[in-house]
């Protein structure tokens, strides 16, 4: 796998965590924070409303005993006894005269100075050090607004009570006794409060501590949510990686994944596993006849039915269009073959009504080795070496399609430069009459002179070009320098024959075919008699109009065109019949092989004779040898083209050699 689509898929599947941590931390810190304000604000809250409680209570005490004589006494006297057990706060209450002489006391406990200085109340806290508070209308030892409690601390000062101390509020008031001492007429009454803070804030407490819980429990709650999410969006995205579009399925990534996995858990050699690549013919075809969509379906199904042929140990995915790749598992290629066939005979169940063809290539993996992604590409590349000759083919990979491969992306990469610098170069090839055995036509055929690869000969990359378009390019080069180098000879005042170019059949999708070889060749003045146009008869198989008409207007507009490769094609005779043509190259293969003595001679007798009567010219291809010539000059065959007399050479050479 590339290096960058790795990185990218990594990116895709990470998703940062610390973030999440991160956010965590801020939002406990937020928490705990916001708990010790909670806190904090609810005791001096719960302090208060004691003391406000404390101070009411007291003085509702205060008031009863302002009827307080020697009638009234006992019956006062009785009502704060049984008011003191009700009101728990209230500990003791007392009373003295102005000179401090004791009254009546519920405890018999009375504050324990004599410095009180009339209203007020008094603090006694033994433990604090500090006794006793004083209380003064006009200023307060304590001041209440609102939520908060604020504490004088003049107050503390200027009443030089016994260590001048400011009491800490929370503290004490937990722990706190506090004497009233109110003024009613000429009594103090002094009431023992008993400020009980720790209970009212356990509770409190208690109830911040669960609240502060149920909110650490939510938000932990909404954490390991959010934490889960993102493991699942992991996942969800890593599906999503890893899933095939059109069948649901596994796709190339996943192949090589679970592919990956399975070749490293047989790394003992247990079981012979085999990379495959299986493509349906003409996909695109069925697209054009049926719709992308019904393609799609059609896909999904073969993908279904692989599946169940799938074992357990082996992968499978779908590839682009209708291929799919499979790592199988299997003991020879008879039975590897046999499961193959079995596969295609599955896939054409899904529509029975056509027949499909597939082809496949097949890589065998060596043992220990666990590159799955080359395995496939090698499959791939034995599939795309089989071409499409027979039905259903099988092919598998061998080092040589390896180089082959390497070397098609090599002419491929090196096309453009090649046409730009003028690597391609002319060679022609004589073509003799056999009646006066002398020059009478030529073909041009082109070679490549490559700055580091030498000289190319065209098998190695016309059929490259032909696959990849270029041919286009090289045939339209290959017109124009003939045209351009019979304009020099005529200028030279040589006499000109007719020189033949190869019109590759990619050229017959364009309707307009005629119309560009003119506008090429009328660049350099020429007559249109000194070119001929070799097509081959296998241009009919994609526009026979195209092709019928082209020809037409070619020979209309006074070039010759012939019929390259004669008899090498299923349907030549056929062709013949539809197609006007001036020239017939019979192949090259009717002069060779173990029949070329009798069969092969006996037919191309027939061929000239059917092509004089048919009003064609005839050139015979591939002649190497004098027998060869005296027969077909017995045939009155019109022109050879062959070894025996010359091979192709460039032009200069070609324009020495045959002076005219
Ligand atoms: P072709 O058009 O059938 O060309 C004839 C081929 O037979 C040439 O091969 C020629 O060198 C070869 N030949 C001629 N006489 C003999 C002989 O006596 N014995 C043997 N063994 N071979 C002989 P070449 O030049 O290698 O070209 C091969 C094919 O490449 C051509 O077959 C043609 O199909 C294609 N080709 C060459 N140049 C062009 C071009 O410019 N455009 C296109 N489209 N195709 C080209
Ligand atoms: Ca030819
Ligand atoms: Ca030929």
């Not at 009233?180 to 356990?202: A, C, G, K, S």
């Not at 399975?262 to 079981?271: A, E, F, H, S």
């Not at 009328?522 to 070119?531: A, C, G, R």
Request: hydrophobic fraction near 40%; proline fraction near 3%.
């Amino acid at each position: 796998m590339g290096n960058s689509k790795e990185k990218r898929i990594k990116k895709l599947k990470r998703n940062r965590i610390w973030p999440y941590i991160l956010g965590l931390f801020l939002l406990l810190f937020i928490f705990v924070g916001v708990l010790f304000a909670a806190l904090g604000s609810s005791a001096v809250g719960i302090i208060q409303s004691n003391l406000i409680d404390s101070c009411a209570q007291s003085e509702r005490i205060a008031e009863v005993f302002k009827d307080y004589n020697s009638e009234t006494k006992e019956k006062t006297e009785q009502k704060i006894l049984s008011n003191i057990d009700i009101l728990e706060e209230i500990e003791a209450v007392s009373v003295r005269d102005k000179d401090k002489n004791p009254i009546w006391s519920t405890s018999g406990e009375y504050p324990s100075t004599d410095e009180s200085i009339g209203t007020g109340f008094l603090l006694d806290d033994e433990d604090k050090n500090y006794s006793i508070i004083l209380y003064d209308k006009e200023t307060q030892p304590f001041s209440f607004d609102d939520d908060e409690i604020t504490i004088n601390p003049d107050y503390f000062k200027n009443n030089n009570y016994s260590n001048n101390k400011t009491p800490d509020i929370t503290d004490t008031f937990a722990n706190a006794k506090l004497w009233f001492v109110i003024p009613v007429n000429d009594m103090e009454v002094m009431i023992l409060n008993n400020i009980t803070l720790y209970y009212q804030d356990f509770i409190m407490m208690i109830t911040s501590v669960l609240l502060c819980a149920v909110m650490i429990a939510i938000f932990v709650i909404y954490y390991l949510i959010s934490v889960i999410s993102m493991i699942l969006g992991v996942r969800r995205t890593t599906k999503v990686i890893y899933t095939d579009m059109i069948t649901g399925g596994d796709n190339q990534l996943s192949f090589i994944r679970n592919g990956t996995k399975l070749l490293k858990k047989n790394r003992y050699g247990q079981q012979n596993y085999a990379a495959l690549h299986l493509e349906m013919r003409k996909y695109s075809s069925f697209c054009t006849c049926f719709g992308v969509n019904k393609g799609q379906e059609l896909i999904e199904d073969f993908y279904k039915v692989l599946r169940k042929e799938i074992h357990k140990k082996e992968a499978l995915s779908h590839q682009e269009n209708a291929a799919f790749s499979l790592l199988l598992t299997y003991t020879d290629k008879n039975e590897l073959e046999a499961r193959v066939a079995k596969m295609r005979n599955s896939l054409n169940k899904v529509l029975p009504e056509m027949k499909m063809y597939f082809n496949t290539g097949i890589y065998e993996v060596p043992a220990n080795e666990i590159d799955v992604e080359q395995f496939y590409n090698n499959a791939m590349i034995a599939c795309e070496m089989s071409g499409d000759e027979s039905e259903n083919s099988i092919a598998y990979f061998d080092v040589e399609m390896n180089k082959q491969k390497l070397w098609e992306r090599k002419v491929e990469n090196d096309m453009d430069r090649a046409l730009t610098n003028k690597e391609f170069q002319v060679y022609l090839q004589p073509k003799i009459s056999t009646s006066e055995e002398k020059l009478g036509g030529a073909e041009a055929l082109v070679r490549w002179i490559h700055p580091t690869e030498g000289f190319i000969p065209p098998n190695r990359f016309i059929p490259i070009f032909e696959k990849n378009g270029f041919i286009l390019k090289l045939d339209d080069y290959m017109l124009e320098e003939i045209a351009r180098v019979q304009s020099e000879w005529l200028a030279a005042g040589r006499t000109l024959v007719p020189i033949s170019v190869n019109v590759s059949r990619a050229h017959f999708t364009r309707e307009d075919l005629a119309e560009h070889i003119c506008a090429i060749v009328d660049k350099y003045n020429v007559p249109h008699s000194v070119i001929e146009l070799e097509l081959t008869e296998s241009a009919f198989f994609d526009d026979k109009n195209v092709l019928l008409n082209t020809v037409q207007k070619l020979r209309r507009a006074g070039f010759k065109v012939s019929m390259d490769d004669f008899g090498a094609g299923y349907s030549s005779l056929n062709s013949l019949k539809e197609l006007q043509i001036d020239v017939l190259k019979i192949d090259a293969d009717f002069f060779r092989g173990a029949d070329a003595e009798e069969r092969g001679l006996l037919i191309v007798s027939e061929v000239i004779d059917l092509a004089k009567k048919l009003n064609m010219k005839i050139v015979a291809e591939g002649i190497e040898s004098r027998e060869q010539v005296e027969f077909l000059t017995e045939q009155e065959c019109d022109l050879i083209q062959g070894y025996f007399y010359a091979k192709p050479m460039p032009v200069p050479e070609f324009a020495q050699k045959y002076e005219m």
